[in-house]
């Protein structure tokens, strides 16, 4: 898989998926390129550590359903690269803004945990948490 930057297109053997900026390709998430780390686990000789015979048993041809999870990746990265301008502008916004002290906090009703048990999580629907208070549903 490569990119041809000057038409703006992702190169997978045969194929061309584009339009794609270079922000898109060059997307990296800790440090790890989103795209090459994709390609490389569903590559003829996948790339990535051994630990197990099972990480030697591959497929030798292109998958189909590939074809569409590439198409989502690259939607979703070129989404995520048209929200940077907007993320940049909430963090600075945010950095900008009044810090509020724990006292603030506690004025608003902000509880903190006390005990073991109000760090436990709690799960279920129309439970009590440890203060006697119902836990709201969630409507999906």
Same mark, same amino acid.
């Given at each position: 898989?490569?990119?041809?930057?000057?038409?703006?297109? =992702?190169?997978?053997?045969?194929?061309? #998926?584009? &339009?794609?900026?270079?922000?898109?390709?060059?997307?990296? $998430?800790? *440090?790890?390129?989103?795209?090459?780390?994709?390609?490389?686990?569903?590559?003829?000789?996948?790339?990535?550590?051994?630990?197990?015979?099972?990480?030697?048993?591959?497929?030798?041809?292109?998958?189909?359903?590939?074809?569409?999870?590439?198409?989502?990746?690259?939607? =979703?990265?070129?989404?995520?690269?048209? #929200?940077? &301008?907007?993320?940049?502008?909430?963090?600075?916004?945010? $950095?900008? *803004?009044?810090?509020?002290?724990?006292?603030?906090?506690?004025?608003?009703?902000?509880?903190?945990?006390?005990?073991?048990?109000?760090?436990?999580?709690?799960?279920?629907?129309?439970?009590?948490?440890?203060?006697?208070?119902?836990?709201?549903?969630?409507?999906?």
């Amino acid at each position: 898989m490569t990119c041809d930057a000057a038409r703006g297109v =992702v190169v997978v053997g045969t194929g061309e #998926l584009g &339009p794609v900026v270079p922000e898109v390709w060059d997307y990296a $998430v800790g *440090g790890k390129n989103v795209l090459k780390s994709w390609f490389n686990y569903r590559k003829t000789e996948p790339g990535g550590k051994k630990t197990s015979p099972l990480d030697h048993v591959h497929v030798d041809a292109w998958d189909p359903d590939w074809t569409t999870e590439l198409i989502d990746l690259l939607t =979703v990265l070129t989404r995520l690269v048209g #929200l940077e &301008p907007a993320q940049a502008d909430l963090l600075e916004r945010i $950095v900008a *803004g009044p810090v509020h002290t724990l006292d603030d906090l506690r004025a608003a009703g902000v509880r903190w945990p006390t005990t073991a048990a109000d760090r436990r999580p709690h799960r279920g629907l129309g439970t009590q948490d440890p203060a006697g208070n119902q836990q709201a549903a969630l409507d999906l």
